[in-house]
Nanobody
Framework: QVQLVESGGGLVQPGGSLRLSCAASGSIFSINAMGWYRQAPGKQRELVATMTSGGSINYADSVKGRFTISRDNAKNTVYLQMNSLKPADTAVYYC????????????????WGQGTQVTVSS
């Protein structure tokens, strides 16, 4: 079994910053990609940023220039540095990992964390 545990959410004023962390543990052979998604009340879950093990990065247009994703492959951990936060960034942020659990198989599985609330409000 694989577990993803997020931390770092909270309440911040507009223009402020937060840093989210997500650590993966369990039966992990390798992690192809890790990323962050978010879901605001009444809206569908949307991609925020993803990063492959090779370093390729994808950002949602709405966060480009404000958010930075990074990974520590040795620790199976992904981070999201969020700057210049806006009320529109308020959501539950979920960590996702595409995990290969066996050396004998190249199949990857998608795992999700439990989510961490980010609220941007004055």
């Amino acid at each position: 079994q694989v577990q993803l545990v997020e931390s770092g959410g909270g309440l911040v004023q507009p223009g402020g910053s937060l840093r989210l962390s997500c650590a993966a543990s369990g039966s992990i052979f390798s992690i192809n990609a890790m990323g962050w998604y978010r879901q605001a009340p009444g809206k569908q879950r949307e991609l925020v940023a993803t990063m492959t093990s090779g370093g390729s990065i994808n950002y949602a247009d709405s966060v480009k220039g404000r958010f930075t994703i990074s990974r520590d492959n040795a620790k199976n951990t992904v981070y999201l540095q969020m700057n210049s936060l806006k009320p529109a960034d308020t959501a539950v942020y979920y960590c996702n990992g595409l995990v290969r659990i066996s050396e004998q198989s190249s199949v990857t599985y998608s795992y999700w964390g439990q989510g961490t609330q980010v609220t941007v409000s004055s």
